[in-house]
């Protein structure tokens, strides 16, 4: 800790309330930020639902399935490695790309069936894996940068 620096408890009583209520505020404006941007834009692409808490749920078991998706994935590129080497780069990025997607869609698709009282259309599935596919491939990546 530099010297130059004040200890939380060092700071006046209106100091520490002023502290509390800027990281408080800045908390909840970015939940509701959130919350109110994939409401927003799950109203937009046809995602109906009939309560806030059963899109939580549903968020919940999207993020589960995604993490047995993401294992499924690494699965097939350690699977599928030994091939990946022999074909030009652009096939393997493809073939990549396609598993990637197609898993993913299935984890969205599963939790959209498993939940009744979330629906979304297939167009709606596909859009959000496409758009989370690139997401993921435009995010900087910090194993990328170590090379």
């Known amino acids: 800790m530099n010297p130059d620096e004040e200890k939380f408890s060092d700071l006046s009583g209106k100091d520490k309330t002023i502290v509390i209520s800027s990281i408080t505020l800045l908390i ?22 009939t309560s806030r808490t059963a899109l939580l749920l549903f968020f919940f078991l999207i993020l589960i399935l995604s993490g047995i998706s993401n294992f499924l994935t690494l699965f097939f ?9 022999l074909m030009p780069k652009w096939m393997a990025f493809s073939l990549i790309s396609f598993i990637e997607i197609s898993i993913d869609w299935l984890a969205i698709h599963t939790a959209d069936d498993w939940m009744e009282s979330v629906t ?5 599935e596909l ?6 596919f690139i997401l993921d ?4 990546n910090d194993n990328e940068k170590k090379k």
Request: charged share 15%.
């Open 28 to 49: 909840i404006f970015v939940f509701a930020f959130i919350f109110f941007v994939y409401i927003g834009i799950f109203r937009i692409i046809g995602v109906e639902y």
């Open 77 to 85: 590129k350690v699977l599928l490695k030994p091939l990946l080497t």
């Open 120 to 124: 979304i259309s297939n167009r709606a």
């Open 127 to 132: 859009l959000i894996v496409l758009f989370c």
């Open 137 to 140: 491939k435009l995010w900087p």
